[in-house]
């Protein structure tokens, strides 16, 4: 989401529910959102195939969350 600032500028606002990582594109945001995935921990209960079959998941989508949960020391169920 994004507003106003100045009159022109434009700054986007940050979900304070969800740390899913920056750089995802907006058909695989829509995706996880709308099947209501919003923080990283809810990928260590599924398997990756699960989120790959959501309409709007690709390679890169999946490399962004996959490096984010790496971060964190964790990973997919599936141990991917």
Known sequence: MTMKVNGSKEASLVDPVSDLP???SKP?????TGAG???LEQF???KES?????HGMGPKAMDLIR???AEKGQS???GS
Request: hydrophobic share 60%; proline share 0%; glycine share 4%.
């Open 22 to 24: 920056a750089g995802i």
């Open 28 to 32: 695989a945001l829509r995706a996880l």
């Open 37 to 39: 995935y919003l923080r």
């Open 44 to 46: 260590t209960k599924l």
């Open 50 to 54: 699960e989120v790959l079959q959501l």
């Open 67 to 69: 490096r984010a949960l």
């Open 76 to 78: 997919f169920a599936d």
